[in-house]
């Protein structure tokens, strides 16, 4: 059975994130979304809440389970007994930071590969923290968020 993890900060899911994991939840037998911590990053949204907003959001998708782990990343790949690490490429500028962390992640834990996704051109702009900066400063962009949270996730970055 293949089985791929898909790690992320999810703080809050984007449509950037739902189009890696449709795309990635066919390549695979079972993808197991995981909410972690991104040492650089102060999230908003709990861990509980991260994976119920990911849960609601990808109801429907076949074949994936959606958790939380507190700690390193190919820690949880080999709890999982996943030969596969998904990410997502948006730019190049992405591009140093993913290499030093697939590359670590391998020597952690040699099993796993890294399996990098490149981004589908609409969402190219979009990450969770645009989306916070929007909301917070009163916009919104439609198809940003998918619909099922968005007014739950507009509401607490913007009571
Ligand atoms: O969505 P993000 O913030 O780009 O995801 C980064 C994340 C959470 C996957 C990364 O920071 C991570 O793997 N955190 C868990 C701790 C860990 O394993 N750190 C070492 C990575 S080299």
């Known amino acids: ?6 790690p992320g900060s999810f703080d809050p899911i984007t449509m950037g994130h739902i189009d890696i994991i449709k795309r990635a939840s066919v390549m695979f037998d079972k993808l197991v979304i995981c909410v972690m911590s991104n040492a650089k990053k102060t999230p908003i949204f709990t861990p509980d809440e991260r994976v119920e907003l990911i849960k609601r959001a990808t109801a429907g998708i076949e074949n994936i389970e959606v958790t939380s782990y507190g700690g390193l990343l190919a820690d949880f790949a080999k709890q999982q007994g996943a030969g596969f690490i998904v990410r997502g490429l948006r730019a190049l500028s992405d591009f140093e930071y993913e290499f030093q962390m697939a590359l670590t992640n391998r020597k952690l834990y040699p099993d796993a590969d890294t ?3 490149t981004t589908s051109a609409e969402y190219m702009y979009l990450s969770s923290s645009i989306v916070k900066e929007i909301i917070r400063n009163g916009g919104f962009v439609k198809d940003a968020i998918p ?3 968005a007014e739950d996730v507009i509401k607490k970055i913007r009571p």
């Open 115 to 117: 399996v990098f996704l």
């Open 147 to 149: 619909e099922p949270i």
């Open 1 to 6: 059975m293949k089985t791929a993890v898909y």
